[in-house]
């Protein structure tokens, strides 16, 4: 969860760092776009059931990487801000974190003999 905690962080001084640092253009919006973003898979990941919320934050951390393929930009500060944070977003998205219980067991129960939610009662 720790890892999660990190990315929500992330999140947050994306959406913060173009008035930090003074950057307001079409890379202050994706910034604006994409924090909100980052934060609230990284949320929902803190949770054990829902941890593979976290791999969504891999295709942001990647547009983030390659924002300055595909648009101008006229900060160097805040490219670099942008591809500091998207790498290390994606690091911290890889953290899988302890998993310490099963929850439903999914369509594979389904072929199971004795599957964990399923009960008879005497």
Known sequence: MWAQIINTILGLWLM?????LNYDN???NNS????PLI?????????EATRV???WNYPLAIWLLAYFLF???SSEI???NNITVGVLVFVFSTVKGKVEGTYGGGWGSLWKKDPIHYKEEN
Request: hydrophobic share 60%.
């Open 71 to 73: 648009f101008d930009y």
């Open 78 to 80: 805040g490219l670099i």
């Open 53 to 55: 919320v976290r791999k």
């Open 16 to 20: 913060i760092a173009p008035a930090v």
């Open 39 to 47: 934060i609230t898979f990284s949320v929902i990941a803190y949770w």
């Open 32 to 35: 604006y776009i994409v924090g």
């Open 26 to 28: 079409d890379l202050a």
